[in-house]
């Protein structure tokens, strides 16, 4: 297979003029780390965005730092880290549910768009890309949004390259929202709740004006393997967590645990951690731990299911109660990951029937490759939203260069 | 006027009774206005300065009406500029002498409120306040504030992307909408997005907000409700220079503090409003900051102490610190009111929303006063300086020959200052009519011809808000051409492996 490392954007531009000449679809890639994700492609070309790897400008004041595609996420991670920011959207690191290398690009960030559970207080990765450079599906370079944070000059390009997994543009260059990384966290944690029960604490804890930056609940069966899902003492006891998020000054952060706290009693009593313990425990629920590829549950398709947050309970139970699969459910009930015992469909026809029951939808995250070969990876929409979405698609991309076949089956995309 | 609409059609003009008689049979009685004294109140938004009559009001009142008229229009090839409250700043809903002026004023029903998923499922013709309102008594409200919240829609707030003074720490309307009902202009209704966190597929409730009214028209949307912070407290600090406050703006990011509101005025911005509402602003300082924290109260009094202090770091002459909601609100009080203040002391004003980066305020504000000589008017500036969101207020008279013009022309100079510092033509207000001829200070013909294909994907026939964001208009066919080079292209250099 043939494999561009380009240098700049003249190059990418360069290479997708050929692909649209010699009619070569090309697979986009940084490092390659999220490769397993989505629908198996027919490309024979692979545009590697590696090499474009440097950081172009990082003013903290500003609160944004502007990078090329290709820049490693680790890097730029700790960058903004020597300067106590973040980006709040926490991207999820896929390495350890897939088994695969601890990579990953910002493009990569961007593309795929996986945010952890300050989505519900920060957004997700779309509220942070302020601009982009990007090379179309015609061969040329365009600019998308600015490089400050209050901008309606024109369609927000932004929101529609974040999440399309390199099916419209070829991002070189992004620039990003940074926010300042909070003083302190505390992480109140309820035991022995089941998903219902759980999804009404975390509900609570939501409508609380304690600001929560996190909800997440983890069933007692996604505990058993031997690391307990990797949360150490914690998940030790192998009863359901529940967690809730604190985090802000020191004084804001601990008082508003206690308040929480009493908010939930009715729940139970609350354990309550501090800083580190905190951190590695949420750490563990955005790179989905408990369902690493290493682990008791490796070999499980594992789903990711974003539903209204107050039915993500009663789905989750459903749905572990139908197919005897594990779940966790982060964002309040709103994001669940659901490992499935293996089916050669991972159990997509069922999957997709509960959750479009709760206004929800499915992405098939993690499954060998015949099995996304059988099933529709992403969630189909409806005929004249599948349309639009196929319109808007080809106004970037008129001949399907980029990473043809990636978000839909069929002969077309 | 100055700016150049797209040319009216006659043999649409020359149909019109045909096209009113055919919009009564899908909207009865009231909602069809073709009388001109009528009609008089939708010949502009709140850019006064343009006035347009239209060929004819619709005001449906259920999606079903507007999906026919829009399907009718289409197939007639009518263009439609759809309208909220019309509070718009930049012209976006602008009729057009030719076009059918479609009001969603009727759309006044808040459909749910559902507490448990935080969200608002709301029509569009609901006000901003109306949201905040309705969920004010279990400690609700919906985050995104611009100053018209009074009256301007929440579908306006969608097609514009909305601000507001608390934007910086909240977001803008994009950050707090879910999803929504859109009928694009075939009549098509679909629903896009809805209580979870995220769509499936791409984006398109992002690029729908902010569209400025071009890609489809909402009837419903689904938006973000928050809890309100317990408690929240301001400073209103002075200094004897511009530099020392926008200093003293970058310490307290730098500090990792994200206030609610930051908002800088300058000694014409202080002058006016203290004179209009009295908030015991002083009147000897170059520049002033009103800082509003919110949150817990032991959370808030912390981060005021700090503030305080960066602030006297940085030199400030004066220092007060809010200790009751009515002194609060009497410190916005003169902010809120900066824009009437200044029409008070000015016949005519012109509101300028130009985003810099926030370093570069002091650099901004010396180039605009530099204008300010060279065109003999008056400015006055008011900022929501967290974000670099800069709100030049230019003082003419329209009676008097040439200054409107004048007036127009120092704008376009502090906008392109704006991009020259890495900003961009605006924060808030949208591009609309009035700085749709700007555009190509910030993007390449490449740049636009990629948005416009877009809008092609919504609206292939452009009948949907033509002559608004785009300086120029291409046909569909001639932006989705791609040129091939005959698979002969020099690209020898590329490394291969």
Request: hydrophobic share 45%; with cysteine; aromatic share 6%.
């Amino acid at each position: 297979m043939d494999t561009l490392k380009v240098r700049d954007a003249k190059d990418v531009e360069q290479a997708v003029r050929e692909a649209v000449a010699s009619e070569q679809p090309l697979e986009i890639i940084g490092h390659g780390s999220k490769r397993l994700i989505g629908q198996p492609m027919a490309t024979n070309a692979v545009l590697d965005l590696s090499a474009l790897s440097a950081v172009t400008s990082y003013e903290p004041n500003e609160l944004i730092v502007t990078v090329q595609a290709g820049a490693p996420l680790a890097d730029v991670q700790s960058l903004i880290d020597s300067k106590n920011q973040q980006f709040a959207f926490e991207p999820v690191n896929t390495a350890a549910l897939l088994g695969t290398p601890e990579l990953g690009t910002i493009g990569g960030m961007i593309g795929a768009g996986l945010a952890g559970p300050r989505r519900i207080k920060a957004g997700g990765a779309r509220d942070h890309l302020l601009g982009a450079h990007a090379v179309s599906g015609f061969g040329d370079s365009f600019k998308a949004g600015g490089k400050v944070v209050k901008n309606v000059t024109g369609y927000d390009l932004c929101k529609l390259l974040a999440g399309s997994w390199g099916t419209l543009a070829v991002m070189t260059e992004v620039t990003l929202k940074v926010m300042p990384r909070p003083e302190s966290e505390r992480t109140l944690v309820l035991r022995g709740l089941d998903a219902i029960v759980a999804n009404q604490a975390m509900t609570a804890a939501l409508g609380s004006p304690f600001d929560v930056s996190g909800a997440a609940h983890l069933p007692n069966s996604a505990l058993r393997s031997s690391e307990a899902g990797g949360l150490g003492e914690l998940g030790a006891g192998r009863e359901a967590l529940t967690l809730l998020r604190l985090e802000g000054i020191t004084v804001s952060a601990a008082h508003r645990a206690a308040a929480l706290a009493e908010a939930l009693a009715p729940f139970g009593s609350a354990q309550i951690l501090e800083d580190a313990a905190s951190a590695h425990a949420w750490s563990s629920i955005r790179d989905v731990i408990p369902f690493a590829a290493s682990g008791a549950l490796g070999g499980a398709p594992v789903w990711r299911i974003v539903c209204p947050p107050a039915a993500g309970g009663a789905l989750g139970e459903q749905l572990a109660r139908d197919t005897g699969g594990d779940m966790i459910y982060d964002w309040g009930g709103g994001l669940i990951w659901a490992a499935l015992p293996p089916t050669p469909d991972a159990q997509a026809g069922f999957v997709r029937r509960r959750v479009e029951a709760a206004f929800g939808h499915a992405t098939l995250i993690r499954a060998p490759e015949q099995v996304r070969r059988n099933v529709d990876v992403f969630q189909t929409q409806p005929r004249g939203l599948a349309d639009l979405s196929e319109r808007v698609r080809l106004s970037f991309d008129p001949k399907t260069i980029l990473n043809r076949g990636r978000l839909t089956r069929g002969p077309a995309a | 006027m100055a700016i150049m609409m797209p040319a009216s059609d006659p043999a649409v003009l020359d149909r019109r009774e045909a096209i009113v008689a055919a919009l009564r049979a899908i909207v009865p009685g009231e909602g069809v206005i073709d009388s001109a004294a009528e009609m008089l109140p939708y010949e502009s938004d709140a850019l006064t300065a343009y006035r347009q009559p239209p060929m004819v009001v619709v005001l449906p009142d259920t999606t079903e009406q507007v999906s026919k008229v829009l399907k009718y229009c289409f197939e007639q090839g009518i263009k439609v500029v759809p309208r909220g409250s019309g509070t718009s700043l930049s012209g976006g809903a602008l009729p057009l002498a030719d076009g059918v002026l479609l009001g969603l004023g009727k759309f006044k029903r808040i459909r749910e409120i559902d507490f448990d998923n935080r969200v608002v499922v709301t029509e569009p013709g609901v006000t901003n306040l109306a949201i905040s309102q309705a969920v004010a008594h279990a400690g609700f409200y919906y985050a995104p504030d611009p100053s018209s919240q009074i009256a301007c829609s929440i579908g306006g707030n969608v097609a514009e992307n909305s601000g507001g003074v608390h934007c910086l720490k909240y977001g803008m309307t994009t950050n707090n909408v879910l999803g929504c009902e859109i009928v694009l202009m075939t009549g098509e209704i679909l629903r896009i997005g809805g209580k979870a966190a995220e769509n499936s597929g791409y984006d398109l409730m992002g690029i729908i907000t902010g569209s400025e009214g071009l890609l489809g028209v909402i009837t419903e949307v689904t938006v973000r409700i928050l809890q309100k912070p317990e408690t929240a407290r301001a400073l209103m600090v002075g200094f004897a220079e511009v530099e020392a406050a926008g200093e003293c703006v970058a310490r307290i990011i730098g500090a990792g503090i994200i206030p609610g509101g930051m908002e800088m005025m300058d000694k014409p911005a202080i002058h006016a409003a203290e004179a209009f509402v009295h908030a015991g602003y002083p009147l000897d300082v170059e520049a002033l900051l009103i800082i509003e924290l919110d949150g817990p109260g032991i959370e808030v009094d912390e981060l005021i102490s700090r503030v305080e202090a960066i602030a006297q770091g940085c030199g400030s002459t004066m220092c007060q610190i809010s200790n009751s909601e009515g002194e609060r609100n009497l410190f916005w009080a003169g902010r809120k009111a900066a824009f009437p203040a200044v029409g008070r002391i000015s016949p005519d004003y012109l509101c300028m929303d130009g985003t810099i980066p926030r370093g570069a305020l002091p650099k901004a504000l010396a180039r605009i006063r530099d204008l300010s000589k060279k065109y003999n008017l008056a400015v006055a500036n008011v900022f929501h300086a967290g974000d670099g969101n800069l709100h030049p207020l230019i003082l003419y008279d329209a009676n008097k020959p040439g200054e409107m013009e004048r007036a127009e022309a120092f704008g376009a100079d502090i906008l392109r200052v704006c991009v020259e510092f890495g900003g961009v033509l605006t924060g808030e207000h949208g591009v609309g009519i009035e700085k749709r001829d700007l555009m190509g200070e910030m993007f390449s013909e490449i740049d636009l011809n990629q948005q416009q294909r877009l809008k092609c994907a919504f609206d292939p026939q452009g009948l949907l808000n033509p002559g608004k964001v785009f300086p120029t208009l291409h046909r569909c066919a001639e932006l989705g051409r791609v040129h091939v080079h005959g698979g002969k292209l020099a690209f020898p250099d590329l490394p291969r492996f």
